[in-house]
């Protein structure tokens, strides 16, 4: 059993590693491009060039664009592997996991979840403010009102969500089941993923977030399934951001019994998914 749980753990580990050198070598690929375009297209001196580079760097769009490569790179390897190192496991075919209740399900908890999540960061906000303010700033960033919509809906709303389910549901927490039991292979896999948002703020809530996303895992088999959730919550902060732009934000009591609510929702959904085992069995039979 122990032997078990080393070898899970550096396998997980191992997955973690490839991910951030895979991210750090785009980065730096993209930076040697974008820095021989500037010596090739201008006459800038060294402390020129490299202001730029920071310029460019830090557009919100070009990070995007960066950060999109990366999640393609870890789709063309990971889906792969994934493949490969479940074929000796018991199948789960994954139309019994994307049943209509399911997927139902998936919607209510991604959507409620984002006040969920408000209500965590408003009680870090008022035991450490600083953190909140270096966040907002972190946003404010990535996300600027330059940012292309299209490359925001792509990026936070269809491929991330995607990709990060594959590795951290999908290939971290899978090993990790191989040698943990649920909670605690949730909690490993929930820190690793909660480290790689590099973000003080964005690693409390996101392990959190990645919790419920592992017991969403073990419930449905399938990453295909937490992706869904995944893709609804990036979304849904987008909307209600929207929403608070346009009409204001809830206030006082109002705002507490929403998130009270959200709470309520959310557990409630989660309890009433399951694998539709009758469904995949008809699926299996007819292909």
Same mark, same amino acid.
């Given at each position: 059993?122990?032997?078990?749980?080393?070898?899970?753990?550096? !396998?997980?580990?191992?997955?973690?590693?490839?991910?951030?050198? @895979?991210?750090?070598?785009?980065?730096?690929?993209?930076?040697?491009?974008?820095?021989?375009?500037?010596?090739?297209?201008? /006459?800038?001196?060294?402390? /020129? #060039?490299?202001?730029? +580079?920071?310029?460019?760097?830090? /557009?919100?769009?070009?990070? #995007?664009?960066?950060?999109?490569?990366?999640?393609?790179?870890?789709?063309?390897?990971?889906?792969?592997? %994934?493949?490969?190192?479940?074929?000796?496991?018991? =199948? %789960?075919?994954?139309?019994?996991?994307?049943?209509?209740?399911?997927?139902?399900? @998936?919607?209510?908890?991604?959507?409620?979840?984002?006040?969920?999540?408000?209500?965590?960061?408003? $009680?870090?906000?008022?035991?450490?403010?600083?953190?909140?303010?270096?966040?907002?700033?972190?946003? /404010?960033?990535?996300? &600027?009102?330059? &940012?292309? +919509?299209?490359?925001?809906?792509?990026?936070?709303?269809?491929?991330?969500? $995607?990709?990060?389910?594959?590795?951290?549901?999908? #290939?971290?927490?899978?090993?990790?089941?191989?040698?943990?039991?649920?909670?605690?292979? @949730? *909690?490993?896999?929930?820190?690793?993923?909660? $480290?790689?948002?590099?973000?003080?703020? !964005?690693?409390?809530?996101?392990?959190?977030?990645?919790?419920?996303?592992?017991? +969403?895992?073990?419930?449905? =088999?399938?990453?295909?399934?937490?992706?869904?959730?995944?893709?609804?919550?990036?979304? *849904?902060?987008?909307?209600?951001?929207?929403?608070?732009?346009?009409?204001?934000?809830? &206030?006082?009591?109002?705002?507490?019994?929403?998130?009270? +609510?959200?709470?309520?929702?959310? #557990?409630?959904?989660?309890?009433?998914?399951?694998?539709?085992?009758?469904? *995949?069995?008809?699926?299996?039979? !007819?292909?």
């Amino acid at each position: 059993m122990k032997a078990n749980r080393v070898k899970s753990l550096f !396998q997980s580990l191992l997955y973690l590693l490839i991910a951030i050198v @895979a991210l750090l070598g785009i980065s730096f690929i993209a930076g040697s491009i974008i820095s021989a375009i500037l010596l090739l297209t201008n /006459d800038y001196n060294i402390t /020129d #060039m490299q202001n730029e +580079l920071v310029r460019i760097v830090n /557009d919100s769009n070009v990070r #995007m664009i960066i950060t999109l490569v990366f999640f393609e790179v870890l789709l063309i390897v990971f889906i792969p592997w %994934y493949l490969h190192s479940s074929k000796k496991e018991v =199948k %789960y075919p994954i139309r019994g996991a994307m049943t209509r209740t399911n997927l139902f399900m @998936a919607v209510l908890i991604g959507f409620f979840m984002q006040f969920v999540i408000n209500a965590v960061i408003v $009680v870090i906000y008022l035991i450490t403010p600083k953190w909140i303010e270096n966040y907002t700033n972190m946003v /404010d960033t990535v996300f &600027s009102k330059d &940012s292309s +919509l299209f490359l925001l809906i792509i990026y936070a709303v269809i491929i991330g969500p $995607v990709a990060e389910e594959l590795l951290f549901r999908g #290939m971290i927490y899978r090993v990790l089941r191989k040698g943990f039991s649920v909670y605690s292979a @949730a *909690a490993i896999a929930s820190l690793m993923f909660a $480290v790689y948002h590099m973000n003080v703020v !964005q690693g409390i809530y996101t392990f959190f977030v990645g919790f419920l996303l592992c017991i +969403l895992y073990e419930k449905t =088999k399938t990453f295909w399934y937490t992706s869904v959730v995944h893709m609804v919550f990036n979304g *849904a902060s987008f909307v209600l951001g929207w929403i608070a732009e346009q009409y204001g934000e809830m &206030s006082g009591i109002y705002t507490i019994i929403l998130w009270i +609510l959200s709470c309520g929702i959310v #557990m409630n959904a989660i309890r009433r998914i399951s694998y539709n085992k009758c469904i *995949a069995e008809n699926t299996e039979s !007819q292909s």
